[in-house]
């Protein structure tokens, strides 16, 4: 489903941010990212959704080769993977309901089905009482939970949630890691990255772990080593 | 279609909640349509007004009743044979007598007093010119001799101040009226250019956030643009109101000014409504939308 082979990223700053990465993710698995601050987990997330360019090596995503992808199709690429990130980048003047129907109504989905759609997906992410709040009137856990929704409604083979739980107490993010599981128990491939210790070694998953710009370690059933 | 009323819908979202800067870029663009209008208008009404007074300018050279009709003859020869001049023509005493009753035809007492006595109009020389500026100089051959004694008056001077304030108003309009209207063309699209990058800057995180939930450039561009266009449809309702009142209000005292000859502004406005209209919406719109293209430039780069 994700493939990387030999993915070098340099910024203009000269810093090596990724170095040679070769990595594969087979359709259904749920892989946990591990790394400190700075050490490329969010480069891997922003080459995955082209948001830069790798210097060096290709890299695949469900069939797509993005060395030859046009740049103007980047956002029909974007509908086909969803993203999670720390800070949630839900749109403020928004509710609940309309963050999520944002995702839909760029793609030209029609309202009837957007008012089907939406609450169907709340209702997997247990937020069905609160589409008409504003991200400010819900928690933080309630915000990620809207995100992750924002980013399923798609229907995506593809979830990439960088470091949903950066921004949450232990209780909401275990809520959230619950919820990331499911979406992979009926079919989802997940990418979670994260650098929070007892997340990882108690989620029994496959760990790649990442240092410096290199993948340094892949475990199948891994834990937190730094 | 459906992303098209959805990118109307935005963009009239934006327009609200971006009040305060709404009004700021509405009103720099109704002033800017109404200096150029106003111009516009003035500079049509005022060209206009001086085409109706040069057909209407007859320099009239009134002739006493001693002058020979060989004298005359020579006097309407040299005349003609000048190239500033249009046409020459001679009108007998008789009739300008013929003209003085048809003119006054439903006034029985002016008619009576001329009955019984020697018809007292005198024969004139009519001249048209092409150029009214070079009215002087044609006028200046009554005064030479051998005409200054068949010649009793001429009646140019009469005109002549309407004509001069015509022409140094045209002249003062052409040339104040580009130059204006292209500073406050800038100075609007420099506002509106600016108003609509504060209203982008302030929701740069927005655009990042569209981008990333997979948004093409045209669907965030789209609002953007419309609120443009926007500033120029209802900056064009409220100029072409304000013009109206303005010509309604000063029509008369111009009218007045130039002692009543076919400068009628409010005319002109009245009878050019729908291409003045069409002239303030194009230029609105244009402005409108181009700030908007130029102010979304830096933000649209982003992958």
Redesign the interface.
Known sequence: MIHLEGVTKKYANKKVALDNINLDIGAREFVVLVGQSGAGKSTIVKLL?????PTKGTIKVGGINYLDFP?RN??????KIG?VYQDF?????KNVFENIA??L????V??SQIKERVPKILQLVGLSKNSKCMPDEISGGERQRVAIA?ALV?QPKILIADEPTGNLDPKNSWGIIDLLLKINSFGTTVLLSTHDKEIVNNLKKRVLTISKGKIIKDQKIGKYDL | M??FW?IIKAGFTNFV?NGVLSFASTTIMVLTLLTLSTFFILNVALTSGIEAIQNKIDVSAYLNDSAKEQQILELQNKLASLSEVKSVKFVSKDEALERYKIQNAGRKELLESLEGIDNPLPASLEVKVYDPAKLEQVTSVFDEDGAKELVRKVSYKENKVVIDKLFSATEFIKRIGIGATLVFGLVALIIVYNTIRIAIFSQKD?I??????????W?IRGPFIFEGVLYGVIATIISMLALSALLFYSGPAMNNYFGGVGVDTTNYLQSNVPMIFLMQLGIGILIGISSSLLALRKYLK??
């Open positions: 959704n082209m948001e830069e360019v740049k980047i956002p029909y690429l974007r509908r993203i980048k839900l749109l403020p003047k944002y995702a109504e760029v793609a030209g029609p309202t924002r798609h | 459906i992303t959805r909640r927005d990042e956030i569209m981008k990333l939930v997979g948004a093409t450039n669907f982003l992958r």
